[in-house]
C-alpha cells in the first residue's frame, strides 16, 4: 500500500498531550502534516507545540478539550473545523482504563470510562464524519486495544470499552467504503505510558509485563505509516494477536490452558 504524502495535511489527534498521541504528533510533523491536537491539559500540549516548531515548519493548533464532554467536543471542533474547511486525518487516541474485578468497580468509574473511551470517540468522530464524506476522502484511526479482542481478569469494564469501539469501528468502515474514506482500528498490547498510572494502581500488571511492554514510537511509527491507506487493523505486538486469534477460534480451551497468562493484574 503505498501511502499519500501527508504533507500539508490536517491531521486531529485526541489525547495529544503524552504517550502515543505526542509521539504520533511528531511523526506526522516530520512528515510535514498540520496538527490540531486536543487534550485536557493546555499546559502539556504548549510545551508539545514549542518542542515541535523547533524542528519542524508546520502549523500546529492547541486545544483543551475533555472527550467526556460532547458539549465541549462540539463547540471546539465546530470552531477548528469551520477555520480549516478540511479534515484528513482522526487520530481517537484519548482513553483511560482502571484495572478492577467487576465487582470492585464503581459506577462512576464505570460511566467515567465509557464516556472517554466510548463516547467521546464517537463524538468526535461524529464531527468530522459530514467533512470527510463531503471531501469523498479521509481516514478515521482509532486506537483500541487487545483487550478489546481478549478479555482479561481485572479488566471487564476496560475490555468492554474496546469491544464496543471495535465494533464501532468496523461499522463505520463499511458505512463509508463508497466515499473513499478509511477506517483502522489499532490494537496495541501494553505500552509504556502513563496509562498505568491509573490503571495499575498497585503496580503489579507493570511489573509483570514490563518485558513484554511496547513503546511509544514504536506503536506511534506504525499508526502514521498507515495513514491515508487502506489499513483495516494495525495488531501489536504479533505474538499477542495470535492469542487473540486463538481465544476466538477455541475460546475455553485458551481460558484453561492461558489462565496463568492472562492472569497477570
Not at 155 to 179: F, I, P, Q, W
Request: proline share 3%.
Amino acid at each position: 500500500m503505498t501511502q499519500q504524502s501527508l504533507t500539508g495535511k490536517n491531521i486531529f489527534i485526541t489525547g495529544a498531550s503524552g504517550g502515543i498521541g505526542a509521539e504520533i504528533a511528531r511523526q506526522s510533523a516530520a512528515k510535514g502534516a498540520n496538527l490540531y491536537l486536543f487534550a485536557r491539559s493546555l499546559d502539556k500540549l504548549t510545551r508539545l507545540k514549542e518542542d515541535i516548531s523547533k524542528r519542524y515548519s508546520v502549523n500546529i493548533e492547541v486545544f483543551r478539550l475533555d472527550v467526556s464532554d460532547t458539549d465541549g467536543i462540539k463547540t471546539t471542533f465546530s470552531e477548528v473545523i469551520q477555520k480549516v474547511n478540511t479534515v484528513d486525518v482522526l487520530v481517537n487516541n484519548a482513553g483511560f482504563g482502571v484495572f478492577r474485578e467487576a465487582h470492585e468497580a464503581a459506577i462512576d468509574e464505570i460511566k467515567g470510562m465509557f464516556n472517554v473511551n466510548v463516547i467521546g470517540l464517537m463524538a468526535c468522530t461524529s464531527m468530522v464524519l459530514p467533512v470527510m464524506r463531503k471531501q469523498r476522502e479521509g481516514h478515521i484511526i482509532n486506537i483500541a486495544s487487545q483487550a478489546g479482542k481478549l478479555a482479561t481478569p481485572k479488566s471487564s469494564v476496560y475490555s468492554a470499552t474496546k469491544h464496543a469501539v471495535l465494533g464501532y469501528t468496523n461499522s463505520l468502515r463499511m458505512e463509508l467504503s463508497d466515499y473513499h474514506v478509511f477506517v483502522t482500528a489499532v490494537n496495541p498490547g501494553p505500552i509504556a505510558t502513563n496509562f498505568f498510572t491509573i490503571a495499575d494502581e498497585k503496580g503489579t500488571y507493570v511489573k509483570n509485563v514490563q518485558r513484554f511492554m511496547l513503546q511509544p514510537d514504536y506503536v506511534a511509527a506504525k499508526v502514521v505509516k498507515a495513514m491515508l491507506t487502506p489499513t483495516r487493523e494495525i495488531n501489536l505486538p504479533r505474538w499477542m494477536n495470535a492469542g487473540s486469534v486463538v481465544y476466538a477460534l477455541f475460546p475455553r480451551l485458551f481460558e484453561v490452558v492461558g489462565k496463568r497468562f492472562i492472569n497477570q493484574k
